[in-house]
């Protein structure tokens, strides 16, 4: 079946601007999570969404970042005012209910840059 | 911080075994032991998980020291496919990863 899904694959913005990524998980997963990845380093979590709601956002690393799951499916991580600093990959997973006994199965990532 | 240790980069010969150690010191009682790769330019995959006991699935085992302080990750018979980064993970309640830097595993041939 269709695995958890990324849009765009890359984006270029200018420092300053609004960017929207957007992650579609496998059908009928209720748990999503975000994560960034910089060169060279392991992924870093940012918010982990049980349906419609955030459970985790601790790993959100200001204010500039937030996300969304109106319908407990599709997930929307928003950046304003972005910055050279938030260049990276970002990565989005999903699994069936979440919790520690469960794999994650990982999007191919959004890849980020500000010039 | 990652809550694991692990050699930065390890190298193997195609068709060998590749054993990647893992130190996980201070896991606690209910936590689990993941382990994820990452292929160049692609997103984590997963490869096996356990909790006490040794595992074994189609791609690898995992060997879960009795106190539960280390764990060794074993490809089989390692492919060129299998380059990658191999990350352990020991993984909090709720289940989000905390990732370290991993051990970039290069298989030769």
């Known amino acids: 079946g269709a695995g958890v899904s990324q849009t765009p694959s890359n984006k270029v913005t200018e420092k300053g601007k609004y960017v929207e990524l957007r992650c579609d998980p496998i059908?009928?997963?209720?748990?999503l999570y975000w994560y960034r990845q910089s060169l060279g380093q392991g992924p870093e979590f940012l918010i982990y969404?049980?349906?419609?709601?955030?459970?985790?956002d601790s790993g959100l690393p200001n204010d500039r970042f937030f996300a969304v799951r109106p319908e407990g499916s599709v997930s929307t991580l928003k950046i304003q005012r972005t910055e050279r600093g938030d260049s990276a990959v970002y990565l989005c997973?999903?699994?069936?209910?979440?919790?520690?006994?469960?794999?994650?199965?990982f999007g191919p990532g959004t890849r980020l840059l500000v010039l | 911080d990652a809550k694991t240790t692990q050699p930065p980069s390890m190298d193997c010969a195609e068709g060998r075994a590749a054993n990647l150690p893992c130190n996980h010191s201070?896991?606690?009682?209910?936590?689990?032991v993941y382990w994820y790769r990452q292929i160049h330019s692609q997103g984590p995959q997963y490869i096996i998980h356990?909790?006490?006991n040794n595992e074994t699935n189609e791609m690898a085992s995992l060997i879960i020291t009795e106190d539960r302080k280390s764990s060794t990750l074993i490809l089989p018979h390692a492919t060129l496919r299998d380059t990658a980064v191999y990350y352990c993970i020991v993984t909090l309640l709720q289940g989000n990863l905390i990732f370290g830097k991993g051990t970039k595993l290069s298989v030769k041939p």
């Open positions: 059908s009928g997963h209720t748990a």
């Open positions: 356990g909790l006490k």
């Open positions: 201070t896991i606690s009682g209910n936590e689990y």
């Open positions: 969404f049980q349906g419609t709601g955030a459970a985790d």
């Open positions: 997973a999903s699994s069936l209910y979440g919790g520690a006994q469960e794999t994650q199965y």
